[in-house]
């Protein structure tokens, strides 16, 4: 059974940045694509960027620019790296594959607060 573990959330000013991490185990990462999606208060699991098994990567309007996600195969995880944090950043955030008919279990997410 695939369990994931998202980690490295915390209080950031506006202009701030974080780093991800997603880590998996009972599967392979690099096997597929995955996602970083959020979820803020009172508001809809939204999905935020996309790493295709090739590398390709997507990414949602608002956090382009700011947003990067990559892998680090070494340790099976995904990363998101964000920069130029804003209020509205403001969510807990989850991994996941992209397709909703093939998601794993969701894990418990890290909460990412961005305020002065």
């Known amino acids: 059974q695939v369990q994931l573990v998202e980690s490295g959330g915390d209080w950031v000013q506006p202009g701030g940045s974080l780093r991800l991490s997603c880590a998996a185990s009972g599967t392979d990462f690099r096997m597929y694509a995955v996602a970083w999606y959020r979820q803020a208060p009172g508001k809809q699991r939204e999905l935020v960027a996309i790493?295709?098994?090739?590398?390709?990567?997507y990414y949602e309007d608002s956090v382009k620019g700011r947003f990067t996600i990559s892998r680090d195969n070494a340790e099976n995880t995904v990363l998101l790296q964000m920069n130029s944090l804003k209020p509205e950043d403001t969510a807990v955030y989850y991994c996941?594959?992209?397709?909703?008919?093939?998601?794993?279990?969701w894990g418990q997410g890290t909460q990412v607060t961005v305020s002065s």
């Open positions: 790493i295709n098994s090739p590398g390709s990567t």
């Open positions: 996941n594959r992209p397709q909703p008919r093939q998601q794993w279990a």
